[in-house]
Every structure is written in structure tokens, then in C-alpha cells.
């Protein structure tokens, strides 16, 4: 048989004794210790709720005037010197410690992206749902996917015409977004938060290069169109979007001749042609800080004019296809079966672009002499080997895979090798099948031997490159004074397209996936909860706790909060009360033969309830504690046969009670002596919302109309949202905060108005809006679609600004939204009111 416990406290579970833990004997009978008394929170005054039976009992504020339970204190004694006897396990002590000191941690970090940085990258945001994406290419294909716009949209940002629908398109992928993993799978980020929550986490390195490349729209070269931002719910990523490109078919179309015949110079100016153009395009790309290193046919494609275009999405495609490869050299010892991936795809690296890959890889060389990383000139060394391999033909390409196998056998063998000996047995190769090709042209076979230099300092410059080439083909004196810009020269530009960060970003986010959710991080999370926290900052966390309220026996209608309390109204003809401290209910009025449509409360000496019912009674109840059960007052409107009773009340602090009703009317009453002061016309349907700000009453009505009225005579101030045949759209909420309106519609907009002028209009939810809540710089809104839709309100010198958070989903429609002290109470249709904490 086990030997008998010590009793203990039910709350901190410490053996009672009497020097620190004193048991003390509650009304109920209960007993529970002295220490753990004066912490328990106190819901009402000179209240306490038992933690054994829950009943709430009359307490002082000293727990000392309560009774000892010398019972207990006597087994205790008896039991703890008992031999056999002990206490709980040590750890138990602090267990009251740790839990406050949980408390004091349990706060939310706000979301990390500023609203500053929202602004600087929303304009590149598309639109939800404006791109199909299509099937994935070969495997060597890496992040690279197809599409096309399924609707045509304006764009501020986009040079040329607006998007067009069906527009082929380049998607990369630049970003997979990882979501915590917490206890709210009811809450939705929303699709602009995803992108930036992308782009926040991305270094800014990586952020400073997907603006060049994002700034190019903004730049006369043919690299194309950047659209901006997609998201793709199906996979969790984010692409940018480019123009897509016909395929290249140079190769098909080229001058193709025999070995060791000649071109001729009209030949030759073909050729000229496309090099000038791709010198314009690369010249463009040094002035925004952009070089490419590496230049291949499926780069280049044909606009409608047939002139050339460089995709930046297949450079950026390529230069994932080139990290895969090192990589897998690297990883696997070798080279040589990957290597032909390079020659296979018409790749041209410089030497210092290969070099650099292979030392990104970790791969130790000696550099020799060229240690300078990609710039301009490695990009006139691609175009002259492009140039070249038109010229020569397939012996240029066997030349070319010969000398990257060479390169790779040698990393192979991790033996010490001459690179700048390799490639220039590979160059002397190269000049040898350029004289058998041009003759005696030697002012061409010049230029393309110098381009070709393993030392990039004594390459020319790309301008000089181009004045040559077009000298080759338009050869007219007046034509000489023209010239290409250039604003970089052979110094190293900012970032290289293919050894850039984007083009190993999703590699290192595939990395961070792994373990990103284990154990440690899981109990971090539990650790940052939100039971302290703001609910709006947990929402832009992904992280919301859920309490329920329960004791409607029908839909939830209205919900207040006062004197610290929240009243809720429901179609069971009750107002019940629930404490803002442990969310139990406490009382339930019940003076009502109808449904109660709302519910408000007055903050003054005698604290009031006032509920309004669908048969024009309205129920006047002292919000004090205890409750009683009848109301002090009760109000009947005057009604007719049109009449459906109350559907909004409002309250202009201890001077007015305001409804609204079927009868079109708003109605003032005198909250001193309650009586009817005036009836305030003008709506020409249901006035279905009322709200007080700034000393001004507003009401919205299902005619579509918000109204103004003076609360001191009463008068009409303005009217909001006139209406248009055929476009009536019923209002069913009001949100005022200071000269900010928001207002709820019918089919699902959410118009935002300043000082009597509308600022925004959007459409967040599928069907009414029947709740907008407005505190500080959060926005909820709740309807038909049984989601909250929460939103970032900020404003600034250019006016007001919303951004989109995310969405909660609910378990049925909602009615009703409360904001208070960080907490969001939401009354639904299924009888039930939600605590978001």
C-alpha cells in the first residue's frame, strides 16, 4: 500500500505548512493558500473565483482574514515528518516563477517588413490569380517555368502597353516562403504578405541585385519586360515574371560553308550585324551595374521587328544550370560527366566567369595572373566567342569542348595544372580555323583575337568593339561622329547575372527548409506565444490562439465592452455577460420577448447596458456587479405596419442614445431622462449601422448611403456615397477613427473615406460585409464568407495606405467584431464568441 501524500494547495501544489504556505478556507469550503490568493486575478470587485469549484465568492483584499484549515495543517505536519513521507520533487518550487516569468516573455514580435519597405517593392507585386503557370521543361531546366497572363491589366511600373492577356511568359524562381508551424492552421497569410515575407528574408545583396534587374524595365535594351512578383499557391514560391521569347534559330539560318572556305565581307556584315546589337544590349545592362560573363544562342530571341533580345530569364536559368553542375562535380569528385552540359547548351565562359564558378564551388586553383572578377570586358570576350562560333562553325565547338574537358580532367585530378597554359593552347587553336575563315581579312581576325585575351585588361572595351563592328557594316563618312554610351569601362561592375545571388538563392533556401521546423525552433515558437500579445501583430506572425465563449442559444447579433465586461445580444432574446479576465460568463440578461439586433453600453456614473430588440423595445440595464435581473428602464418606439425593429444603436457619451430601425429614422433620446428628443430623416431604407466619432454621427443604411449629423442640433452634416441606378450596394457596418470612415457593403467592398472623399475601394470578401472593426493601425473586417480579413493601416504625406495581412478563418459567418486590449472577440452565427488572443 503507498504511503499517504501531504496535503497540498490545488494551485501551486506545495505541501501546506504554516510559515509559507498557509492553507486558508474559502466560503464554498475550499481551501487554497495564502500565497496563491493574493495572486489569483480578482474578476469583479471583492470577488474571487475557487480554482477547485469555480463558484464566485465574496473575498476581502487581505486573505489573511480567512480562516485556517488547521486540519490540514495538522495532517500536513504529521505526514512530512513521517519518515516515509516527502515532498513533491524540488522543480515544483518554482513553478509560480516560471509562469509569470512565461507571462512577461509571451509577447508578440511585430512582423519584420516595415511599412517603408512594403512601399518600396508592392508596385512589383501582379495581381492574385493573374498568371497560369505551365508545365515544367527538361530537367536541366532547374527553377525555369512557362506561363501566360489569363487577364490584361494596367501597370506603372511596365514599359510599352498594358499587360496583354494570353502574353507568353518566363517565370524564375527567386524565393520559397516557409511558413511557421503553429497551433492557428485557421489563419491565412495573405498573398501580398507571402511575397514580402520572401523578400524580407532575402539578404540584401540579393534584394540590391533583383532591383537592377527589376530597374532594366526602367532602361532602353533589349533584355525585355520585367513584370514583378507571382505567387504560386500551389508549390509555396515566388517568381518573377519576364517576356517570353521565340526560340533563337540562328543556327539553322546561319552562312554555313565548308572547311576552309572564305567569307566574304557582305558575309561577314551579317554577323557584324548581330554583334552590334548584342554590344548595345550588354552596354546597357554595365550601366545598371549588370554584367553576364557568359553569352549562349538560348539568351537571345527575336521581338516582332526582328531584333535581337537578350532573356534574363534564361541567363538567370543558365547560371543556375552552371552552379548545379560545379556543384555536382564538387560534391562527386569530378567533372568530366557534367562538363558537356556547357558546350552542349552553346555556353561560352571567360575564363574569369569559370573561374569564379569553380572557386564559389571550392575548388582551390591558382588564378595565375587573373585574379579580377567578372566585368565588362567578360562580356566582350562572350560576344567575340559567339561571333566566332558563326563564323568558324562545329570545329569552333570542338575546340571549346576539348579545352572545358581539359580543364575539368585536371580539377579531377586534383593536380596542380597551368589554366592560363590550357587556355592558351585552346586560343592559339582558335586564331589558327579564324585565318582559314577570314584570309586576308585580318583587321576582323585582329578584333576577335584581342576580344579573345586571357587577360580581360587587354581586351577593348565593349564601345570600341561595337565602333568596329559598325564601321564593318555601315561604312558612310558622315556616320563616323556616332557613338555608344558607356558608362562602365574594364572596372568590375556590381553583380554578375549567372554568379549572382538570385542564381543560387533557392538553393539556399532549400537548405534552410531542412530542420527549419525541428524541436528547437518549435519550442521557440511555443515560447514567443500570443496569450500577451497583440492580436493583430500575431496575425501578421501566423500566430493566433483561440478561446471559446459559450451560452447563446442563437446567433450572435452585437457585441460591447464596459466597465470590464463584454456584453453580447443574440436572437435568443438574452444580453449575456462574460468577464474580460477569464472569459466565463457571468450573467445573462433577460428582459427581451424578441431578438435582440444590438447592444451598446454607457460609461457613466451608473454604468448602463442598453439593448434594442426587432420590435422596437429598447432594455436599459445597470452593468454592475451583481446584475440584476430586470432592467431599470424600458423603451418602446413607435411603430407601423412598414416598421422592423431596432438594428443599430450608438451612444454620445452620457448625453444621447441613438437607433436606428426599420422605419428608416434615427432616433435621439436623452440618456438622462429617456425620453425621445428628435427623429433625424434622410435614409430611404433600413438604417442598419450607426457609429460615434469626433462629434459626429454616422449611419449607414442599406440605401448605400452614409450620412453625417451634427450631435449637437442634430442636423445633417453630409452625404456619402449617393446613389446610382443599378449600382446600390446595401451597407451593413460603419468603423469611425478620428477622420477615417470605413464602410461594410453587401457584396463584399470595403470603401475607405477621408474627411468626405473616398480613398479606397477594394473587394476582400465573397458576399456582406456585416462587421469592420478600426483600432490603432489594425483593420478587421468579417462577414459572409466566415473569414476575418485583417489589414495594416497606415498613413502618411500622400494619404492612407492599407496592407493586407493575411485572412482568419472561421468557423461560421461573422457577425460581430470587438477590439480590446489586444484581444478580438468575434461573435459568429453559430451561437459561439471567439477570443483571438
Not at 518566363?170 to 511558413?179: R, S
Not at 428582459?591 to 434594442?612: E, Y
Not at 446613389?723 to 453587401?746: N, P, R, Y
Not at 493586407?804 to 468575434?826: K, Q, R
Request: hydrophobic share 40%; net charge negative.
Amino acid at each position: 500500500m503507498e504511503e499517504a501524500e501531504p496535503p497540498e494547495c490545488p494551485v501551486c501544489l506545495q505541501p501546506y505548512d504554516a510559515a509559507s504556505v498557509i492553507p486558508r478556507v474559502l466560503s464554498c469550503g475550499h481551501t487554497t493558500c495564502e500565497a496563491c490568493l493574493k495572486q489569483l486575478p480578482n474578476p469583479f470587485p471583492n470577488t474571487l473565483r475557487c480554482t477547485v469549484c469555480t463558484l464566485l465568492i465574496k473575498f476581502g483584499n487581505c486573505p489573511t482574514s480567512l480562516p485556517k484549515n488547521l486540519d490540514l495543517l495538522h495532517i500536513s505536519s504529521v505526514l512530512q515528518h513521517h519518515p516515509s513521507g516527502g515532498n513533491k520533487e524540488d522543480s515544483r518550487s518554482s513553478t509560480r516563477g516560471e509562469n509569470e516569468n512565461l507571462s512577461l516573455a509571451m509577447r508578440l514580435i511585430p512582423k519584420p517588413w516595415t511599412y517603408e519597405f512594403y512601399r518600396k517593392w508592392k508596385r512589383w507585386v501582379l495581381p492574385e490569380g493573374s498568371v497560369m503557370i505551365g508545365q515544367k521543361g527538361v530537367e536541366d531546366d532547374c527553377d525555369m517555368r512557362c506561363g501566360k497572363f489569363l487577364k490584361s491589366f494596367g501597370s506603372d511600373h511596365v514599359m510599352g502597353d498594358a499587360v496583354r492577356e494570353n502574353e507568353k511568359l518566363g517565370l524564375v524562381k527567386v524565393g520559397i516562403f516557409m511558413e511557421d508551424e503553429s497551433p492557428t492552421a485557421h489563419f491565412k497569410h495573405s498573398y501580398e504578405s507571402r511575397i514580402m515575407s520572401v523578400l524580407h528574408k532575402m539578404r540584401e545583396n540579393e534584394r540590391i541585385e533583383l532591383g537592377s534587374i527589376l530597374h532594366l524595365n526602367f532602361s532602353n535594351c533589349n533584355v525585355g519586360k520585367v513584370y514583378g512578383f507571382w505567387y504560386d499557391e500551389k508549390d509555396n514560391c515566388m517568381y518573377i515574371v519576364f517576356e517570353k521569347f521565340e526560340s533563337c534559330d540562328l543556327l539553322d539560318n546561319m552562312i554555313k560553308k565548308e572547311a576552309g572556305e572564305r567569307l566574304s565581307i557582305d558575309e561577314m556584315r551579317v554577323f557584324g550585324m548581330l554583334g552590334m546589337e548584342l554590344c548595345e544590349i550588354l552596354s546597357c545592362l554595365h550601366l545598371e551595374g549588370l554584367a553576364i560573363g557568359c553569352l549562349s544562342l538560348c539568351f537571345l530571341g527575336f521581338n516582332k521587328f526582328d531584333r535581337v533580345f537578350v532573356d534574363i530569364a534564361a541567363v538567370l536559368n543558365m547560371g543556375r544550370r552552371l552552379n548545379t553542375i560545379i556543384r555536382w562535380g564538387h560534391e562527386n569528385s569530378g567533372m568530366s560527366s557534367k562538363a558537356s552540359k556547357l558546350d552542349e547548351n552553346l555556353v561560352f565562359l571567360s575564363p574569369e566567369t569559370m573561374l569564379q564558378f569553380l572557386k564559389k564551388r571550392g575548388f582551390d586553383l591558382d588564378c595565375g595572373e587573373s585574379e579580377c572578377g567578372v566585368s565588362g570586358a567578360s562580356d566582350v570576350w562572350a560576344i567575340a566567342s559567339l561571333l566566332v562560333r558563326l563564323i568558324v562553325g562545329s570545329p569552333f565547338l570542338e575546340e571549346m569542348r576539348t579545352y572545358v574537358h581539359s580543364v575539368a580532367t585536371a580539377i579531377t585530378d586534383k593536380k596542380e595544372f597551368d589554366y592560363s597554359g590550357l587556355y592558351l593552347i585552346w586560343f592559339e587553336k582558335v586564331v589558327v580555323l579564324l585565318e582559314g575563315r577570314l584570309g586576308l581579312e585580318r583587321s576582323v581576325k585582329d578584333v576577335l583575337r584581342r576580344c579573345l585575351e586571357f587577360d580581360p585588361e587587354s581586351r577593348p572595351i565593349i564601345t570600341e568593339l561595337w565602333k568596329f563592328l559598325r564601321e564593318l557594316v555601315i561604312q558612310v563618312p558622315y556616320d563616323k561622329g556616332i557613338t555608344l554610351k558607356s558608362g562602365m569601362k574594364k572596372a568590375k561592375l556590381g553583380y554578375s547575372v549567372v554568379l549572382g545571388e538570385l542564381c543560387q538563392i533557392v538553393e539556399k533556401t532549400n537548405e534552410k527548409l531542412i530542420g527549419v521546423r525541428g524541436d528547437s525552433e518549435r519550442e521557440q515558437v511555443d515560447q514567443t506565444g500570443v496569450m500577451n500579445g497583440d492580436v493583430g501583430d500575431g496575425v501578421s506572425k501566423g500566430r493566433v490562439k483561440c478561446v471559446e465563449m459559450k451560452g447563446h442559444f442563437d446567433c450572435i447579433t452585437g457585441l460591447t465592452i464596459g466597465g470590464g465586461f463584454l456584453f453580447s445580444s443574440s436572437y435568443d432574446k438574452m444580453v449575456c455577460v462574460w468577464s474580460l479576465k477569464d472569459f466565463t460568463h457571468v450573467h445573462s440578461f433577460k428582459g427581451h420577448d424578441h431578438r435582440v439586433m444590438a447592444v451598446c453600453f454607457v460609461d457613466g456614473t451608473k454604468p448602463l447596458c442598453i439593448s434594442g430588440d426587432n420590435e422596437g423595445v429598447l432594455c436599459i440595464w445597470e452593468a454592475n456587479f451583481p446584475f440584476n435581473d430586470l432592467p431599470i428602464k424600458k423603451l418602446r418606439e413607435q411603430k407601423d405596419w412598414r416598421y422592423s425593429g431596432i438594428h443599430a444603436l450608438a451612444v454620445s457619451g452620457t448625453e444621447y442614445l441613438y437607433t436606428g430601425g426599420g422605419d428608416k429614422l434615427i432616433k435621439a433620446w436623452s440618456l438622462q431622462d429617456y425620453t425621445l428628443l428628435c427623429s433625424m430623416s434622410g435614409h430611404k431604407s433600413v438604417v442598419s449601422s450607426l457609429v460615434v466619432c469626433d462629434g459626429v454621427l454616422y449611419s449607414g443604411s442599406w440605401d448605400g448611403m452614409v450620412r453625417l449629423w451634427s450631435l449637437s442640433d442634430h442636423t445633417s452634416l453630409a452625404v456619402l456615397g449617393e446613389d446610382k441606378l443599378g449600382k446600390v450596394a446595401s451597407i451593413t457596418s460603419l468603423s469611425a477613427e478620428h477622420h477615417l470612415l470605413f464602410v461594410g457593403h453587401e457584396n463584399g467592398c470595403l470603401k475607405v473615406w477621408h474627411n468626405n472623399v473616398l480613398l479606397q475601394s477594394t473587394q476582400p470578401h465573397n458576399g456582406s460585409v456585416f462587421s469592420v472593426r478600426k483600432k490603432g493601425k489594425w483593420l478587421f473586417s468579417g462577414g459572409w464568407d466566415k473569414k476575418i480579413y485583417v489589414q495594416e493601416v497606415s498613413e502618411d504625406g500622400e494619404g492612407m495606405s492599407s496592407i493586407p495581412v493575411g485572412t482568419i478563418a472561421c468557423d461560421s459567418v461573422v457577425i460581430a467584431l470587438m477590439y480590446w486590449e489586444g484581444n478580438l472577440f468575434v461573435g459568429q452565427a453559430d451561437k459561439t464568441i471567439k477570443v483571438l488572443l
